[in-house]
């Protein structure tokens, strides 16, 4: 099975690069993130034999699962905190996630909260998040893939200058430590693969030009085993791309051994 995660940034700006990942990346699931629009903007992609499940409110945030290999038991919530920067006020459900069984596959497409700054509430509701993914994944399903956009480099060497992060997101002991929480619940992180690419290159400062980026579209699997990894790195480059490139990786389905 071929699985990518894509944050593409705004999916109705972006529908015909989509539409032509999918014509030649032969993609069994395709994960999106912050697709930007509500259920009702989002586009159709049927036609191109792909069912779709989208979970988008407003303008920002949005995740979606593109499969041709099924599409059940669709579901946008796996025990996560909401979100409200009025702490005392009620802390509503994000559109930040959505799963789906998918070719005997339980897969979720994520869009992890950023965290802003370490001072602010949105970091601490970013841990709370992740510690709920943790939960989830310690008693989900016995093949289970977690992908997207985690807003984490896991390691040093997963951003172009470590020293610029110093006192920022991103690579703190707490965010990498709900990563390890993920191991520890029975994951493995299928983009080890590619640990020398990075997936994301800000627009500002020439960045995707000179190489700076960041390696934070993860997969995370078990029941699974990834035999290739890539990241399409080409699908970053033009007018008009998303400042994500696609993460791509072929898994084998495991089979339980008979005793």
């Known amino acids: 099975m071929r699985i990518a995660t894509w944050n593409i940034n705004s999916v109705r700006t972006r529908e015909q690069r989509v539409r032509d990942f999918l ?6 699931v395709l994960c ?8 009702k903007q989002f586009p159709d992609f049927t036609d191109t034999g792909y069912e779709q499940a989208h979970f988008g409110l407003h303008s920002f945030n949005g995740v979606a699962i593109l499969s041709r290999v099924g599409l059940d038991n669709v579901s946008t919530d796996f ?27 339980t897969v979720w497409s ?8 370490i001072s602010d509430p949105h970091y601490t509701y970013k841990l709370a998040w992740l510690s709920k993914l943790a939960e989830y994944a310690t008693t989900g399903p016995t093949k289970l893939c977690l992908v997207g956009d985690f807003n984490i480099a896991p390691r040093d060497e997963d951003v172009w ?20 929480a993920l191991e520890a619940s029975g994951l493995s992180q299928a983009t080890e693969l590619i640990q020398d690419e990075y997936t994301y290159w800000d627009y500002q400062a020439l960045r995707f030009q000179k190489n700076e980026g960041m390696r934070i579209d993860l997969h995370y ?5 990834p035999t290739s990894a ?29 005793f």
């Open 23 to 28: 014509d030649r990346s032969d993609v069994d």
């Open 32 to 39: 999106l993130q912050e697709t930007k629009c509500t259920d």
């Open 79 to 105: 025990g996560q905190p909401g979100f409200n920067k009025d702490l005392s006020a009620e802390q509503t459900l994000e559109a930040r996630a959505i799963g789906a069984e998918c070719g005997g596959v």
């Open 110 to 117: 994520l869009y992890v909260p950023n965290g802003r700054e």
């Open 161 to 180: 200058d470590r020293s610029y992060f110093d006192g920022k997101t991103h690579v703190t002991p707490h965010e990498r430590a709900a990563l390890s």
């Open 221 to 225: 699997a078990r029941g699974i085993t």
């Open 230 to 258: 890539r990241v399409d790195r080409d699908e970053r480059k033009g007018k008009g791309a998303s400042d994500h490139a696609p993460v791509i990786v072929d898994y084998t389905l495991d089979t339980p051994t008979l």
